[in-house]
C-alpha cells in the first residue's frame, strides 16, 4: 500500500488506518497510464468489444493498434486502465485543430471498460488521463461522443463536467481506399 499524508498532521501515515469506503478502495485500486506496444492485442479485443456493444463490426487487429498509436504517423494516443497489473479498459484520444479560431480540440475517440468493471470509477480514471493530456498539449476544448440510448456513459461524463452541444453544419465523408468504407 503507498501513503499519503495527512492534512491536518503534516505526516505519513498507511491508507488502512485511513476511513476509505469500500467504493473508494475499489477505485484507488486502478492504476492508467499510457499504453505501451505490448498492449496492443488487448486494446484490439476490447475495441472489437466496444463495436460490439455499439451493434458495430471490427475488423481491428493489433498490427492496426500498432500502426495507429505506435507506429511512424501515430494518429491516437492510447491509455489503459489495469487493475492488478490486467488491462481492464483503454481510451484512445485524437487531437484536431480549429485553424479559424487558433485552437487545438481533443476528442476521447474512445473510451472502454469491460463489463464486470463498470461502476467502479475506471471509466472516470481513464476520463482524468485523457484530460490531463488533452490540457499538457494545450488543447481548449476536450470532446466526447456517445450514442443517445447509451445512459449510462452520458451519466458517467456528465458527472465529469461534459455538456450535450449541438453540432453545426453538415458532415460529409470521402472513402480515400477500399478498406475503410464509410458509414
Known amino acids: 500500500m503507498g501513503a499519503c499524508v495527512a492534512p491536518d498532521k503534516g505526516h505519513p501515515m498507511s ?3 485511513l476511513s476509505m469506503t469500500d467504493a473508494q478502495r475499489i477505485a484507488a485500486s486502478v492504476l492508467v497510464r499510457l499504453a505501451e506496444p505490448n498492449h496492443a492485442s488487448v486494446i484490439a479485443g476490447m475495441i472489437r468489444a466496444l463495436a460490439s456493444y455499439n451493434n ?3 475488423s481491428v487487429s493489433a498490427e492496426d493498434v ?3 498509436g505506435f507506429g511512424p504517423t501515430p494518429w491516437v494516443q492510447l491509455f489503459v486502465a ?4 490486467r488491462a481492464v479498459g483503454y481510451a484512445a484520444m485524437t487531437v484536431v485543430g480549429q485553424l479559424q479560431f487558433g485552437r487545438k480540440i481533443a476528442d476521447v475517440h474512445h473510451l472502454y471498460v469491460e463489463p464486470g468493471q ?10 482524468n488521463a485523457v484530460e490531463d493530456a488533452a490540457r499538457k498539449q494545450n488543447a481548449q476544448v476536450l470532446t466526447i461522443g456517445t450514442s443517445n440510448s447509451n ?12 455538456k450535450q452541444t449541438t453540432s453545426r453544419g453538415v458532415k460529409l465523408t470521402k ?8 458509414r
Open 82 to 85: 489495469e487493475r492488478e497489473r
Open 15 to 17: 491508507i488502512n488506518t
Open 175 to 182: 472513402p480515400l481506399n477500399l478498406k475503410s468504407p464509410v
Open 151 to 162: 445512459w449510462r456513459a452520458r451519466t458517467v461524463y456528465e458527472k465529469n463536467g461534459f
Open 56 to 58: 458495430d463490426k471490427s
Open 66 to 68: 500498432l500502426e495507429a
Open 118 to 127: 463498470r461502476g467502479q470509477a475506471v471509466g472516470t480514471h481513464l476520463l
